[in-house]
């Protein structure tokens, strides 16, 4: 069933609905109420007359016995003998009674106060013939409104199937790629959805963006590598084989070359794990101290064929509950960028109660640290994902860490 269909029949239930909720609600009150309400009524008419306090207008009220200590007053109209009414009432209280000679029922009060006797009497309402009257008009009321609910419910259905309508053939065109805007400035749930589509579509649009990049940079840092390796090769074969030093030279080359494809794929297979969220995090008491040095000894070689120092100034820092492969990956990484872009062949560690402090020689300027943490940019040697990376698990395991520049270092200061 389309949207207009039911939004249409929606409307059209809901007025039916109130239409049958009125005429219950008459016939219950009809029955329940209204002569609960017409005794009322009566008993106080009684208790009036009995103290003369009948005041305002009786031209509804017609007195049909005045003689010796009794009064009847009837509200209708129609005479009833005197002799076949006051042999029914013998005490206080309501009584309901037939007409001799004609088929109507009345409703009767009754009240003794001393030698005096009040009698009210009126008409007992015909319920069949009121909720007759109400159904004849409910059916011409219920026409009424039901054109009318139908009028508005097409016009309403139509209004909103036509902005639905507008949006799925916005999310067709979307998904084959096509750049297509909705324009929808209404402040309702159509409106919020018809945004969220547009806020969708421009992060469908920088996701392929991204990706694009990822692979044309993927690809491209690898190229150079096995070209490398290739040149090495080729150059490997046609050495004499008592050359061990040129020999020894293109294997380190290779060595090296395969330690960087290997980083790359190492930080892949992380940055994807971390945006599949499927990072798992072992809470233990790590010693700072030991995985900074262990991060060390394990990139000492790395420092050794870049040329570069690895300086520790302290080892102070206390022991911290969190998890330690992610955060000797954040270590590992931090150490890993700066032995790749120092500019004076130093990288310097500074371990303190309060925070872990690694950092550089640097040419960057305050502008640039806004990209640091881009993937792609914030290497010129390499991939540009290990401080994605660091980012990210910073993230996961609520570390703060500060990037600023200082005297022409950066600093990477990872506080306690």
Not at 133 to 155: A, R, T, W, Y
Not at 226 to 236: D, Q
Not at 238 to 257: A, C, H, T, V
Request: charged content about 25%; overall charge neutral; glycine content about 4%.
């Amino acid at each position: 069933m389309k949207l207009f269909t039911k939004i249409a029949l929606n409307f059209i239930g809901i007025i039916v609905f109130l239409i049958l909720s009125i005429y219950i609600s008459n016939m219950l009150y009809l029955k329940y109420f209204l002569e609960d309400m017409i005794i009322d009524d009566l008993k106080k008419l009684s208790q009036d007359a009995l103290e003369n306090k009948l005041e305002g207008d009786l031209s509804a009220v017609k007195i049909l016995v005045l003689q010796g200590n009794a009064i009847v007053l009837e509200e209708g109209g129609l005479d009833i003998p005197y002799h076949m009414i006051m042999p029914v009432f013998n005490s206080s209280g309501v009584y309901v009674f037939s007409h001799p000679h004609f088929k109507m029922e009345y409703i009767a009060y009754v009240l003794k106060k001393g030698g005096l006797t009040s009698v009210v009497i009126t008409i007992k309402p015909y319920y069949g013939y009121a909720l007759n009257i109400i159904s004849k008009n409910l059916i011409k009321i219920s026409i009424v409104f039901i054109f009318i609910g139908l009028l508005v419910s097409l016009l309403i259905s139509r209004h909103i199937s036509r902005r639905i309508i507008k949006i799925s053939v916005a999310t067709q065109k979307i998904a084959k790629g096509e750049d297509f805007e909705l324009k929808d400035n209404s402040t309702d749930e159509v409106g919020d959805l018809a945004r969220s589509i547009n806020s969708l579509k421009n992060s469908l649009r920088l996701l392929e963006k991204v990706r694009r990049e990822f692979v044309a940079n993927f690809v491209h840092d690898l190229k150079t590598p096995i070209a490398v390796i290739k040149g090495y090769c080729e150059s490997t074969k046609y050495l004499d084989i008592d050359d061990k030093e040129k020999i020894k030279q293109n294997m380190d080359g290779i060595e090296k070359q395969c330690d960087y494809m290997q980083n790359l794929i190492s930080n892949m297979v992380e940055l994807s794990k971390i945006s599949a969220g499927i990072i798992e995090k072992k809470i233990e008491e790590v010693d700072i101290n030991l995985v900074i040095k262990q991060s060390c000894e394990q990139l000492k070689k790395l420092a050794e064929i870049e040329d570069v120092e690895i300086i520790i100034k302290s080892l102070n820092s206390p022991k911290i509950k969190t998890d330690l492969n992610s955060f000797r990956r954040i270590i590992n990484n931090l150490l890993q960028n700066a032995i790749e872009n120092t500019k004076d062949k130093k990288v310097y560690i500074e371990a303190q109660k309060e925070y872990v402090d690694i950092y550089n020689k640097t040419d960057l300027r305050e502008e640039e640290l806004i990209f640091l943490f881009e993937r792609y940019k914030s290497s010129k040697k390499g991939f540009g994902l290990g401080l994605s990376i660091v980012k990210e698990l910073c993230k996961i395991l609520d570390i703060k860490l500060e990037t600023f520049i200082e005297d022409g270092y950066i600093h990477f200061r990872i506080n306690m």
